[in-house]
């Protein structure tokens, strides 16, 4: 008698998907290759076990978010947009402001916007953890780093 051969489809199981903790120096890093990587671990894409509507990724954690490079002309040029629903509630911030007041902000926003936009994505957002110095409360996670070209 022969082995046959499986051709099941594997969907990974919330209570079977095992976490990693990865830490992400942002300093010098172009911020949408960065965050399409982050996106990439978030989903959990990067294992085998990927089922796409599970959560199966990892925690990242992004410190010195205010290093962050921006290519061309970004710095000057992009804004962010945003509406109270109220008449003239209009909000218009330029990236260079954010990076100075909330570094934060640019990573997520970069990142939110590369996430699926539901009850997953939201879900999965809320295992980014972004910070714009070197210092983090997640050591005892003991974060593996990660590299980034």
Excluded: C
């Amino acid at each position: 008698m022969s082995k046959t051969l499986s051709f099941k489809t594997y969907s990974a199981k919330p209570a079977e998907v095992e976490r990693t903790w990865y830490v992400i120096d942002a300093e010098g890093l172009v911020l949408g290759r960065m965050a399409s990587e982050i996106a990439k671990v978030l989903r959990g894409k990067h294992k085998p076990q990927f089922t796409p509507h599970i959560d199966t990724g990892d925690f990242i954690v992004v410190t010195n978010a205010e290093k962050v490079l921006l290519t061309g002309r970004k710095s000057e040029q992009k804004t962010y947009f945003t509406h109270s629903h109220y008449p003239g509630g209009v909000r218009i911030d330029e990236v260079k402001d954010v990076i100075r007041t909330k570094p934060e902000r640019v990573i997520e926003n970069a990142v939110w916007g590369m996430l699926p936009h539901n009850n997953l994505g939201r879900q999965l957002f809320r295992k980014l953890k972004v910070y714009a110095g070197t210092n983090h409360p997640h050591a005892s996670q003991s974060p593996i780093e990660m590299k980034i070209n």
